[in-house]
Nanobody, 115 residues
Framework: QVQLVESGGGLVQTGGSLRLSCAAS????????FSWYRQAPGKERARVAT???????SYGDSVKGRFTISRDNAKNTVYLQMNSLKPEDTAVYYC?????????WGQGTQVTVSS
């Protein structure tokens, strides 16, 4: 059973930064690919960033150059560093992990960017 727990969300002003964490159990080493998604009120869930087991990364167009995804297998944690935040980044952020062809989701963490 894989469990993912997000943390690090909160309220920040435009232009500020936050770092989200996704703690995985039993371990990130066993999970091949992690992604961060976000869902704003009234909108569909959208992919933000992905990192593979080999640390290859990809990003959604709206966050390129501002967000960075990383993984620390020693700490069983995946991170999303978010810089230059904008009000349109306001959403619930979820991480997911692909393990043995099954996709697991965390419960989400709220990010609110004030103008």
């Amino acid at each position: 059973q894989v469990q993912l727990v997000e943390s690090g969300g909160g309220l920040v002003q435009t232009g500020g930064s936050l770092r989200l964490s996704c703690a995985a159990s039993p371990s990130t080493f066993s999970i091949s690919t992690f992604s961060w998604y976000r869902q704003a009120p009234g909108k569909e869930r959208a992919r933000v960033a992905t990192i593979t087991a080999g640390a290859n990364t990809s990003y959604g167009d709206s966050v390129k150059g501002r967000f960075t995804i990383s993984r620390d297998n020693a700490k069983n944690t995946v991170y999303l560093q978010m810089n230059s935040l904008k009000p349109e980044d306001t959403a619930v952020y979820y991480c997911n992990g692909l393990y043995r062809a099954n996709l697991y989701w965390g419960q989400g963490t709220q990010v609110t960017v004030s103008s």
